[in-house]
């Protein structure tokens, strides 16, 4: 067993199978209501339209840029496997197509960079960033690199 396959995997339900079926093709889609006049976007994924009640939905590709939002560097790692890769982050991005929605994740160097890859010290509120994809426990998950390292 690798150390990706200790760490958290995602476990897609319904509504946010299509989530996960996206960003193993790297694209990063939001879900949006898909009736006329309302395309409110959504996170997380879920049946109904918070905004005017609609089941009808689609899944809207976004930019993937972004800026953190905020971050935390967790001391003591609550979790085994985290524990030999401290320091670690763990960032909220608020995405720059949909000021509203913020998605979890780890700053990183690279796609495939383990979570420690990135600095303490280079974390900024307000850093802009983009998306990358890993594979991580066969599942294609969000991270974030700086858009100017």
Not at 73 to 91: F, I, K, Q, S
Not at 92 to 120: C, F, H, T, Y
Request: net charge neutral; charged share 20%.
């Amino acid at each position: 067993m690798t150390r990706s396959d200790t760490l958290l995997s995602p476990i897609a339900d319904d509504d946010g199978a299509p989530f996960w079926e996206y960003a193993s093709r790297g694209e990063l889609r939001i879900q949006a209501c898909a009736r006329p006049g309302c395309g409110e976007l959504r996170f997380p994924p879920r049946p109904c339209c918070p905004h005017c009640q609609s089941f009808d939905s689609e899944w809207v590709r976004m930019s993937g840029r972004g800026r953190i939002w905020s971050y935390v560097v967790p001391h003591p790692p609550l979790l085994p496997a985290y524990a030999e890769l401290a320091p670690y982050n763990a960032v909220l991005v608020e995405l720059a197509d949909a000021p509203r929605i913020r998605l979890a994740g780890n700053l990183v160097s690279g796609p495939d960079a383990p979570l420690n890859s990135v600095p303490p010290e280079r974390l900024r509120i307000g850093a802009k960033v983009q998306v990358v994809f890993a594979h991580v426990g066969g599942v294609a998950v969000p991270r974030w690199v700086l858009e100017r390292p």
